[in-house]
């Protein structure tokens, strides 16, 4: 790249609206630095995977302590607040739940979750919970008759429905019932490697006609099979997604996890991935065991600005490397939480 290219990729990202659709490395809130570093304009916590109703409590009461005493950080709860973060040279956060477990069998916890911040909900984990299958049970039945209303209650509160990680029958039926943008946070496509946490192009499909966004995932099992995948491979799933669903449906869902190389040592990453085989929430032919390495150039959030070089090397024009890092998702947020 000349100095000329690098220079306007630059400026390009540090002008840009840049969100990441999924960020469980911040369900360590002090990892906020990694993505200050990076530009992002908002990131996407994993407040809730399979904790309680009172677990997670607990964990948005944290939450809001830290981003009260952070002078960069602000909650986000329309999308004037990730305008706004970005005038000011903060960061919005974003909350999100991979799962719903923390819902109980009682929607009125949406609504509590709602006025505490939330602004995402995940169907499933993985495996099948009271909304419907995960993406790697054995069966696909679809959405439960309490999915159904769950979809219905996420729409009434104006949370935006995931279906990441949740089986592809799953994902139809809440795209049917869903009244507005439907997303899948951080899936790739199963057209271009076959992971069950993967997505077909039916999936995919169905997300763009909701105006919906797929946030591409740079966890390397996801990618292929190398186990240290290059930029350009995570930018071959950009290109598909964009070829089969228009660049208005495209964004980020890069999956960077506490338990990732290189934020903690390899004994801990051990435990943590075999505490994930052994309670079932993650199954070993899908998930390789670590160290566990994201794509080349863009190992961490701090270094996601590469992205958006590699982005317009590809040939990408300006405007549509905006809607890629992070258009489309303000996009999305505007159109369910409002302006």
């Not at 801990?268 to 065991?289: E, L, M, Q, S």
Request: hydrophobic share 40%.
């Amino acid at each position: 790249m000349t100095t000329d290219a690098a220079e306007h990729a630059q400026a390009l990202h540090r002008d840009a609206i840049v969100i990441d659709g999924v960020c469980p490395l911040l369900m360590e809130p002090a990892n906020v630095s990694h993505y200050l570093d990076g530009g992002l304009t908002a990131a996407v916590p994993t407040i809730a995977s399979r904790e309680t109703a009172e677990q997670t409590l607990r964990i948005f009461g944290r939450w809001h302590r830290f981003i009260e005493g952070h002078d960069r950080l602000r909650l986000a709860r329309r999308a004037a607040d990730i305008e706004a973060a970005k005038q000011a040279g903060e960061m919005a956060i974003v909350f999100h739940f991979q799962g719903t477990d923390a819902v109980e069998d009682d929607l009125d916890l949406l609504d509590a979750y709602k006025a505490l911040g939330l602004g995402m909900v995940q169907l499933t984990y993985n495996v099948k919970c009271r909304v419907g299958d995960g993406a790697l049970e054995r069966t696909d039945a679809g959405l439960s008759l309490f999915g159904q209303d769950l979809v219905r209650r996420c729409n009434e509160l104006s949370l935006i429905v995931d279906g990441s990680h949740t089986g592809e029958r799953t994902t139809l039926d809440a795209m049917e019932i869903c009244d507005g943008p439907f997303v899948f946070s951080h899936a790739n496509a199963k057209a271009l490697h076959p992971s069950p946490r993967n997505i077909t192009d039916a999936q995919m499909k169905a997300c763009a006609q909701t105006g919906g966004v797929v946030g591409i995932n740079g966890f390397p099992s996801f990618l292929g099979d190398d186990p240290r995948p290059s930029l350009d491979r995570f930018i071959e799933f950009i290109d598909y997604a964009v070829d089969l669903m228009g660049i208005d449906h495209v964004g980020l869902g890069i999956d960077y996890y506490m338990g990732m190389d290189p934020i903690i040592p390899a004994d801990k990453a051990r435990a943590r991935y075999d505490d994930a085989i052994n309670t079932g929430r993650w199954d070993a032919a899908v998930y390789p065991p670590p160290p566990h390495y994201f794509p080349k150039g863009i190992e961490t959030p701090a270094a996601l600005g590469n992205l958006t070089a590699g982005l317009l090397a590809r040939g990408y024009a300006d405007a549509d490397v905006r809607k890629v890092m992070g258009e489309n998702w303000l996009r999305v947020f505007r159109r369910v939480w409002g302006g």
